[in-house]
């Protein structure tokens, strides 16, 4: 069956390198908000039949930006997917590298949704066949849908690019106790023996706000702090002032979905990072390391 990239507003250099890699045609959308604040979107193409019998693989962030916030860019996935159902194809394949609301996976607080839950149900609901997304911050909730869904794994992508950029003698450092069974799958990716550590991490559910407290033997040690995302960047800025307090080497801040959303640069460049690493699931100035090509092997 015919392949076709349908490469969303929100990823448009990854979804173009998927396409090249996948040695498929790529087509974009065309996109505007109306004067009531509702989206529009149509796919780039003037001839419906070019969708028809297809397999469609359809790639959209849904990481906020200065063009789109996540809910913009959920209803433009929404819109793609019924597009393309509409318009005949065969199988659609969504790919939503960052999924928007992953972080609302429980209700920590009486009255709440959990709606990354609802998320995935809606996408699912649209009829799609496979779905694809990258290091989701709770996985199992993919049982929520009944297609095809895979969560892919980029820690040996990022660990390659750690190693490649000359970081040694490395510990991994999880930001709190519950990152830090993915921090020791990541750690295997630099050798055998690389120890792993965490710090203690107390988020209060009603105001936000972080506590980390901990002391690590991180004496003149490459350290690599990893996390799924990095939102406002407190997080990651407060694990590296206390590595850097731990007496580390180089401190290399790294997640898969970074969104730096305000002054987070800032913040975790002021705390002592020695750089930022992020993956194309987010596109800017940080994404390092490129997802195409474990994405099209998926799919190919
Ligand atoms: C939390 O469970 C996540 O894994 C990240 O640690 C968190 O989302 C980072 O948020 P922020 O950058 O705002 O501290």
Redesign the pocket.
């Known amino acids: 069956m015919k392949k076709i990239v349908l490469v969303g507003p929100a990823s448009q250099m990854l979804g173009l390198k998927i396409a090249q890699e996948l040695g498929t045609e790529a087509i974009n959308t065309e996109v505007k908000r109306f004067p009531d604040g509702e989206n529009y979107l149509r796919i780039n193409i003037e001839d419906e039949t070019l969708i028809a019998n297809k397999e469609v693989i359809i790639i959209q962030s849904t990481g906020p930006s200065s063009s789109g916030n996540q809910n913009t860019r959920l209803m433009e996935l929404f819109m793609m997917i019924d597009s393309v159902k509409r318009m005949g194809a065969s199988k659609v394949i969504v790919v939503v590298p960052y999924l928007a609301y992953a972080?609302q996976d429980k209700v920590f607080r009486p009255g709440e949704s959990q709606f990354a839950n609802v998320i995935l149900c809606l996408i699912n609901s649209l009829g799609i066949d496979e779905f694809y997304t990258v290091d989701m911050?709770a996985p199992q909730i993919l049982g929520e849908c009944s297609c095809k869904a895979i969560n892919i794994d980029s820690m040996k992508l990022l660990a390659n690019y750690i190693t490649s950029i000359g970081a040694n003698d490395i510990v991994v450092v999880a930001?709190?106790k519950?990152?830090m069974e993915r921090s020791k799958a990541f750690a295997k990716h630099f050798g055998e023996n690389v120890p792993v550590d965490f710090f203690t991490k107390e988020r209060d559910v009603k105001t936000g706000e972080?506590k980390m407290t901990g002391t690590l033997s991180l004496k003149d040690k490459d350290v690599v702090i990893a996390?799924?995302?990095?939102?406002?960047?407190?997080?990651?800025a407060t694990a590296i002032k206390l590595a850097r307090n731990s007496g580390a080497n180089r401190i290399f801040a790294v997640a898969t979905h970074a969104l730096l959303?305000d002054q987070?640069k800032f913040r975790i460049l002021k705390a002592g990072a020695d750089e930022i690493i992020g993956t194309d699931a987010i596109d800017n100035e940080v994404s390092k390391v490129s997802l195409a090509k474990i994405i099209a092997d998926y799919l190919k």
């Open positions: 972080r911050h930001p709190d519950g990152a972080i996390d799924d995302i990095i939102a406002t960047g407190g997080t990651m959303i987070a």
